[in-house]
């Protein structure tokens, strides 16, 4: 997976998402800061431990998804991992106001959609087909035709290749580590605070 913006053409993120977890987070630093720096030893710790097991979980769920069109592949980024699906494997793209669906094959691939709701569909792909929450009938978001486009002018670019001939599935190490990280320091100053 290339760097930041690497070859990207375009980003789509949810505003709606975005403007709440940015709400979230405030509410979140307004609770938990002013019982931080008034309390002492454990429970200090304690309050700086949910808030930073807060924040990671708001950047987590609102601000990290988006579906990425880069030069030679569009990416979903999920909550916890990311899906780069080659532009050449693309066979039909469905994007609603809550889910972006791209269909390679007799797969679907699920991504966050360009007004998702607060907890919008997460990204990854599904055994089942999921209920989509716009009306089917409702005509298509104008990204859909953006992607559709991108998808047929650089299907060239991502065929050549060798790297792009398959859908890629990367789970999130360091945002893993991290929430595992902070669970166990939560729990760690919670069974503190008991003794």
């Known amino acids: 997976m290339g760097g930041s913006g690497e070859g990207e053409v375009v980003r789509y993120r949810s505003t709606v998402a975005r403007t709440a977890g940015v709400l979230y987070a ?16 454990a429970v200090a710790a304690t309050s700086y431990a949910v808030l930073a097991l807060g924040l990671l979980g708001i950047y987590v769920m609102f601000l990290r998804p988006a579906v990425v069109a880069r030069a030679d592949h569009l990416l979903l ?5 990311d899906i780069e699906v080659p532009w050449h494997l693309v066979e039909d793209l469905n994007v609603r106001q809550h889910m972006t669906k791209v ?7 699920y991504g966050t959609g360009p007004g998702s709701r607060f907890l919008g569909v997460g990204l990854r792909e599904r055994g089942r087909e999921p209920v989509l929450r716009s009306d089917p009938g409702l005509p298509a978001h104008p ?14 670019r991502s065929h050549g290749e060798p790297s792009r001939q398959q859908v ?3 789970r999130s190490l360091p945002l893993t580590v991290a929430f595992a990280a902070l669970a166990v320091t939560f729990a760690v100053l919670v069974g503190v605070i008991r003794l």
């Open 143 to 156: 990204m859909q035709n953006r992607l559709l486009d991108l998808a047929h002018e650089r299907a060239d």
């Open 77 to 81: 980024r999920g909550k916890l991992s």
């Open 168 to 170: 890629v599935r990367r």
């Open 103 to 109: 269909v390679v094959g007799s797969s679907s691939y």
């Open 26 to 41: 405030l509410v979140l630093a307004l609770i938990a800061l002013p019982v931080a720096v008034t309390a002492n030893g």
